[in-house]
């Protein structure tokens, strides 16, 4: 599996930016996505998970009610919709897919940064 990140970049806090995450390869086998985001000198933390098929989803706390994670499976492309960005929100956002059978697999990241 292959993903691509897209849609970082740089925003005033209290905007809003969109990542896009797409998939090739053996989408099929997807069984699970999610975003993570690493900022500098901290450790890569998860930020929001969905699952195939029913697509439940779960968020980090601090990104609760400003953040939406979704998926367009005909796209094969995960999307993370970010509002009301704050400064702490700058970090690099990596697209991470599970497999079936527990296979890993990360995108390249893509820079949000967030100017106070």
């Known amino acids: 599996v292959q993903l691509v990140e897209s849609g970082g970049g740089l925003v005033q806090a209290g905007g809003s930016l969109r990542l896009s995450c797409a998939a090739s390869?053996?989408?099929?086998?997807?069984?699970?996505m999610g975003w993570y985001r690493q900022a500098p000198g901290k450790q890569r933390e998860l930020v929001a998970h969905i699952t195939s098929g029913l697509g439940n989803t779960l968020y980090e706390d601090s990104v609760k009610g400003r953040f939406t994670i979704s998926r367009d499976n005909a796209k094969n492309t995960m999307y993370l919709q970010m509002n009301n960005l704050k400064p702490e929100d700058t970090a690099v956002y990596y697209c991470n897919a599970v497999l079936i059978g527990g296979n890993s697999y990360w995108g390249q990241g893509t820079q949000v940064t967030v100017s106070s």
């Open positions: 390869g053996s989408t099929a086998r997807i069984n699970a």
